[in-house]
C-alpha cells in the first residue's frame, strides 16, 4: 500500500503545484503568452474553465483556481487516508486539512521556483522563456530582500534569504499548527 500512497501523493501533489503555479502566475500578472505560462494554462484548463463559470472572481484573485486547489488537495487527502483505512466523517475537518496542505505546497513551490531560477541565472544567459516567467514571478519576493542587503560582489544572495525565510516560515507553522 505505499507504493500506492506514494503514487497519490506525487500525483496530486503535482497537479497541485501546477494549480498553484496558475494562481500565482495570474496573481503575478507574469507573461501569458510565454510558453511556460500557456502549458500552465493548458493544463489547468479544463478544470478551471467550468468551475469560471459557477465561480466569480474577486478583483485580481482567481477564486476558481483557489477553490480547485482546495479540492485537489482535499481529494489526496480523503484518498490517501482511504487507502490508509481511515476516512473522513467532518468535512470541515477534510477543508481545513485541505487548506493546511495548499500552504504547505505553496510553500514548496515558491522555493522550488527559487532554486530553479537561481540554476538558470548560472546556466542560462538571458534567453530562456522560462527564465523571464519565473523573474516575474519571484521579483517581488526577491527585489525587497536586495535593498536591505548590500552586493557582495557579484553574488546575489537574495534567493538563499529567502529560501531560508520560506524554510523558518513553514517551521514555525508547523510549530504553531501541528502540521508541515
Known amino acids: 500500500m ?24 495570474q496573481l503575478a500578472q507574469a507573461d501569458f503568452y510565454n510558453p ?10 479544463p478544470l478551471v474553465g467550468p468551475l469560471r463559470r459557477i465561480i466569480p472572481s474577486l478583483g485580481r484573485l482567481d477564486t476558481a483556481t483557489l477553490v480547485l486547489a482546495l479540492l485537489v488537495a482535499g481529494l489526496k487527502l ?11 466523517t467532518n468535512p470541515v475537518g477534510l477543508l481545513l486539512g485541505a487548506t493546511f496542505e495548499v500552504l504547505r505546497e505553496a510553500f514548496q513551490l515558491v522555493m522550488w521556483v527559487l532554486i530553479i531560477r537561481a540554476i538558470l541565472s548560472w546556466v542560462s544567459q538571458g534567453q530562456n522563456p522560462m527564465e523571464f516567467v519565473l523573474h516575474q514571478l519571484t521579483e517581488p519576493f526577491l527585489a525587497p530582500i536586495r535593498r536591505i542587503l548590500p552586493p557582495m560582489g557579484g553574488l546575489d544572495l537574495s534567493v538563499m534569504v529567502a529560501i531560508i525565510a520560506l524554510l523558518f516560515l513553514q517551521k514555525l507553522m508547523g510549530d504553531l499548527m501541528g502540521f508541515f
Open 2 to 25: 505505499n507504493s500506492v500512497m506514494f503514487l497519490v501523493d506525487i500525483l496530486f501533489g503535482l497537479y497541485l503545484m501546477v494549480v498553484l503555479l496558475r494562481l500565482w502566475l
Open 36 to 45: 511556460f505560462s500557456q502549458f500552465i494554462v493548458k493544463a489547468t484548463h
Open 78 to 88: 480523503f484518498l490517501l487516508n482511504l487507502i490508509a483505512g481511515v476516512v473522513y
